[in-house]
T-cell receptor, first 111, second 116 residues
Framework: QQQVKQSPQSLIVQKGGISIINCAYE??????FPWYQQFPGKGPALLIA?????SEKKEGRFTISFNKSAKQFSLHIMDSQPGDSATYFC??????????FGAGTILRVKS | GAVVSQHPSRVICKSGTSVKIECRSL??????MFWYRQFPKQSLMLMAT?????????EQGVEKDKFLINHASLTLSTLTVTSAHPEDSSFYIC????????????FGSGTRLTVV
């Protein structure tokens, strides 16, 4: 019940295309859903996060879509750029507890 | 924004020696700090959670006598890998959470430990 399932494992997108990464969770106590971007040899950096009281949040080219009834959330990267090539992790937590991470998605944007 | 500084970024040590990794919150008070281990092409694996002034809570399967965690102040936590062996070689990452609660998870830049 603590798991967060993330897909796909890897993704190749053409420059300018849309990258979509999906996550699903089981624990209905989760109330904070962040996405992290990680470059090789670096720690994860917060990209964007959402709470279950909204269905969508957009920050620049990055959008989170959240479906509370389906217990799913996804990251959309619009106009994907080679600089977006990185590993992306979804995560979830509730009531100030530890973050539960997805397995990660390796994104490669081809120029 | 919140900044977490982690040092060293890379360390090479000999088998049997101990290595200390520091994690500092630079512009906020970290009530809770987390230590993770990450293997290549894998997700972050939580090792332990520490609250300032109290003993760390270790995840199942993590040897608390091997991975010593100290959270002596609201801005500093340390992870000491004792009697390191080659299998301890990994990427270690700390994270700090301040008073913002769920909104305040900030990660350090990680430490690449190589035991030879």
């Amino acid at each position: 019940q603590q798991q967060v399932k993330q897909s796909p494992q890897s993704l190749i997108v053409q420059k300018g295309g849309i990258s979509i990464i999906n996550c699903a969770y089981e624990n209905t106590a989760f109330d904070y859903f962040p996405w992290y971007q990680q470059f090789p040899g670096k720690g994860p950096a917060l990209l964007i996060a959402i709470r279950p009281d909204v269905s969508e949040k957009k920050e620049g080219r990055f959008t989170i879509s959240f479906n509370k009834s389906a217990k799913q959330f996804s990251l959309h990267i619009m106009d994907s750029q080679p600089g977006d090539s990185a590993t992306y992790f979804c995560a979830a937590t509730g009531y100030g507890n530890k973050l539960v991470f997805g397995a990660g998605t390796i994104l490669r944007v081809k120029s | 924004g919140a900044v977490v500084s982690q040092h060293p970024s890379r360390v090479i040590c000999k088998s049997g020696t101990s290595v200390k990794i520091e994690c500092r919150s630079l512009d906020f008070q970290a009530t809770t700090m987390f230590w993770y281990r990450q293997f290549p092409k894998q997700s972050l694996m939580l090792m332990a959670t520490s609250n300032e002034g109290s003993k760390a809570t270790y995840e199942q399967g993590v040897e608390k006598d091997k991975f010593l965690i100290n959270h002596a102040s609201l801005t500093l936590s340390t992870l000491t890998v004792t009697s390191a062996h080659p299998e301890d070689s990994s990427f270690y990452i700390c994270s700090a959470r301040g008073e913002l609660g769920n909104s305040g998870y900030t990660f350090g830049s990680g430490t690449r430990l190589t035991v030879v």
